[in-house]
């Protein structure tokens, strides 16, 4: 009798055990799903006006300007909010580093979509080539640039090899011109560049003849546009203090 009893209480207990195997099973929820969200894209251009040259010859001296390629994309950028789980919830949350005795911190781990604009601030590539029978120097130029008609602050720091870039005959060498950073820059604007007092014309005694001026217009706009951005599902994490 004793042991149908044991027998019939196993069987109890059995079925008990898989019922609620079955019925967690059916709880748990299903893995969240990443989202896709539309993020405005902020594209800027930049383009010669008619009436400039990018390659411009003047007393000898010829200097051909170049901007960069302008490129926008949304990036994730990882955003970890501090929560505290139930009793329960915290033993199903994985931890990471490594035990000690100050507890756990328990995190919500999301990323928010971030549009990145390359490069961030407005350079202008010079490519001067002397074809004066004596070295050009930059020493004594003066750099410029106005943003819609107003004339700039540039960090002397930005064009500093130009002013000090020495340049033997026949030769040529590359410098970059520094602006401000595009988010200084209104949405639409002509831009001016100039060059004043490039020396192209010296006596036999290093004596200044000769100086020219240089100058480029640009226009500069900015195109907003729709991207679509798959960003993954919140996560919970859990770190040892």
């Not at 195109?223 to 040892?240: F, G, I, S, W």
Request: charge should be neutral; aromatic fraction near 8%; include cysteine.
């Amino acid at each position: 009798m004793r042991v149908i009893q044991t027998v019939t209480l196993l069987s109890l207990l059995t079925v008990s055990i898989q019922g609620t195997a079955i019925a967690e099973k059916k709880e748990q929820a299903p893995p969240p799903q990443p989202t896709v969200v539309s993020v405005e894209v902020t594209t800027p251009t930049i383009a010669l006006t008619p009436e400039s040259k990018s390659d411009v010859t003047k007393g000898g001296i010829k200097i051909s300007v170049d901007t960069d390629l302008f490129t926008s994309n949304a990036e994730l950028v990882p955003v970890e909010t501090p929560f505290q789980p139930g009793f329960k919830e915290m033993f199903h949350i994985p931890c990471v580093g490594e035990r000690g005795n100050n507890g756990m911190t328990f995190y919500i781990h999301s990323f928010t979509p971030q549009i990145v604009v390359k490069p961030k601030r407005l350079v202008l590539h010079l490519h001067i080539t002397n074809q004066l029978p004596r070295v050009f120097r930059g020493a004594g130029a003066v750099v410029q640039m106005n943003i819609a008609g107003k004339s700039i602050h540039l960090n002397p720091e930005g064009y500093g090899d130009f002013i000090n870039a020495i340049i033997p005959p026949r030769s040529s060498q590359d410098f970059d011109i520094v602006g401000p950073p595009l988010s200084d820059l209104p949405p639409r604007a002509t831009i001016g560049v100039f060059l004043y007092d490039v020396v192209t014309k010296m006596d036999e005694a290093g004596n200044i003849k000769e100086k020219q001026d240089f100058e480029w217009y640009y226009s500069w706009a900015t195109q907003t546009t729709t991207q679509d951005v798959t960003v993954p599902a919140p996560t919970k994490v859990c770190r040892y203090n």
